[in-house]
């Protein structure tokens, strides 16, 4: 099996991301973030998304819906039923041909899926710590495939989104984030812990165990994307005023325009 073949298999299984991090670029990672440390003869890592879709986020952005829209849709189903089904399916495809496929949802098994993700040429990490993609922006999870399959990689692809952009930032009511000298903006995780403002906690194996993707600062940089990416929709997302609760749970509305709105 080729990468070619490899990847029309991936999106015959529902993968709308499919890149390829072949074993240079990961080799001398180390410890647990090494592929590996898991498969000793592992020469490719295939990573592959399926996107969040824009109306999972949509009960959060209302503050009227937090659990079967954004918990399931966006996180929970999406991630251990539809996402996962995709990588199964990929790594029987893999092994029908002769090679090992070792699937993977990489919090668990202690990998860098972020890092992996940019190695694949899907993009990269934007300013407030999201994984941003052409395709997506922010809105998509990942999975990873491990194969002794030698197959052609992807050019790692940085996304240029952040230039000139705070949404993120600005959108946090509780301050969370601040620019620092490093690329990205520094983000107070124990203030993101106990945040009302849409925050959710990632599933025990998932890479995104402080999952912000439908936070405040997760819809702002949606918002800031929206003409941007590749998915487009006819109506903008951002309708009514901006709700956040400050840490006491008490709950303050901002007209559109103030708060990460357009
Ligand atoms: S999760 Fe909440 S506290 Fe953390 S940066 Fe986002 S909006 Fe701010
Ligand atoms: S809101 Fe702007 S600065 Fe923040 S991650 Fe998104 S694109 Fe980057």
Redesign the pocket.
């Known amino acids: 099996m080729d990468a070619k073949t490899l990847k029309e298999e991936a999106r015959r299984a529902g993968a709308e991301l499919v890149g390829i991090a072949p074993a240079y670029r990961w080799e001398k990672w180390p410890g647990t973030a090494n592929p590996r440390n898991i498969q000793p003869l592992c020469q490719s890592v295939i990573v592959l998304g399926r996107s969040i879709v824009r109306g999972a986020l949509r009960g959060v952005e209302e503050g009227t819906n937090f659990g079967s829209t954004y918990h399931e849709y966006g996180k929970s189903w999406n991630e251990r039923t539809f996402l996962i089904r995709t990588i199964h399916q990929v790594a029987h495809a893999i092994e029908a041909a002769g090679a090992e496929a070792v699937p993977l949802l990489g919090g668990g098994a202690g990998m860098d899926t972020k890092a992996l993700a940019r190695e694949a040429g899907l993009g990269s990490v934007g300013k407030?710590g999201f994984f941003l993609t052409r395709e997506f922006g922010h809105r998509q999870r990942f999975g990873l495939i491990l194969t002794d399959l030698v197959l052609e990689g992807d050019a790692p692809a940085d996304v240029d989104f952040c230039d000139g952009c705070d949404a993120?930032?600005k959108?946090?009511?509780?301050?969370?984030?601040a620019h620092s000298d490093g690329g990205l903006f520094s983000?107070?995780?124990q203030?993101?812990g106990?945040?009302q403002?849409?925050?959710f906690d990632g599933d025990a194996l998932s890479y995104e165990r402080?999952d912000?993707i439908a936070?405040?600062?997760?819809r702002a940089c949606m918002v800031a994307l929206e003409d941007r990416i590749d998915n487009k929709f006819h109506e903008t997302f951002r309708k009514r005023s901006i709700w956040t609760r400050d840490l006491n749970g008490r709950v303050a509305l901002h007209p559109l325009a103030t708060k990460g709105g357009k």
Do not use: E, F, Y
């Open positions: 407030g993120c930032l959108a946090c009511p509780l301050s969370a984030m983000l107070n995780t203030i993101c106990v945040c403002n849409g925050k402080l912000r936070a405040a600062c997760g």
